[in-house]
């Protein structure tokens, strides 16, 4: 059994932050690429950021600066942690794995359920 598992989202004010988890369950976690995404209403599904085994972390530019992204190899989990969140950040957020090395291009073949994370007034 694998499974990612998202948690952490809600309702949050412009310019507040928010902290996302993911719990991943699975035996390749060490070497695993992890993955946020996000997908607003109506939109694409977009990269926001991805941790690979040599701890380099990329950022899409959108995100850079604002979001971190981390990992806890002791809790099998990664975390997003959002500050200055504005309204084009709402949008469902999801957690995901693979087994290769990350690139630009890389479709990620693990995913989690997501979690809905809205910013409004």
């Known amino acids: 059994q694998f499974q990612l598992r998202e948690s952490g989202g809600g309702l949050v004010q412009p310019g507040g932050s928010l902290n996302l988890s993911c719990a991943y369950s699975?035996?390749?976690?060490?070497?695993?690429?992890m993955g946020w995404f996000r997908q607003p209403p109506g939109k694409e599904r977009e990269f926001i950021a991805a941790?690979?085994?040599?701890?380099?972390?990329y950022y899409a530019d959108s995100v850079k600066g604002r979001f971190t992204m981390s990992k806890d190899l002791a809790k099998n989990a990664v975390y997003l942690e959002m500050n200055n969140l504005r309204p084009e950040d709402t949008a469902r957020y999801y957690c995901?794995?693979?087994?290769?090395?990350?690139?630009?291009?890389?479709?990620?073949?693990?995913w989690g359920q997501g979690t809905q994370v809205t910013v409004s007034s």
């Open positions: 995901a794995s693979d087994s290769r090395i990350y690139t630009k291009n890389l479709q990620f073949s693990r």
């Open positions: 699975g035996s390749t976690f060490r070497t695993d690429t």
């Open positions: 941790n690979i085994w040599n701890g380099w972390t």
